[in-house]
């Protein structure tokens, strides 16, 4: 019984760690995101350029 909860509890901490890994990766994606977004906002230019050049 205690090797079967050994064994469980391993799967749990790997499951965590996995779940904890893709939460960071999620989060950095994000955060590039909305830098780009951000820059983007503050941009300056003729419209149609700036389209152009982003297209």
């Given at each position: 019984a205690l090797m079967q909860e050994a064994?469980?509890?391993?799967q749990v901490a790997e499951?965590?760690?996995n779940l904890?890994?893709?939460y960071e990766e999620?989060?950095?994606d994000l955060e590039?995101?909305?830098r780009v977004g951000q820059a983007c906002l503050k941009e300056?230019?003729?419209p149609d350029e700036l389209f152009r050049k982003h297209n």
């Open positions: 064994l469980e509890w391993r499951t965590n760690g904890m890994r893709r999620s989060r950095a590039k995101a909305l300056r230019g003729d």
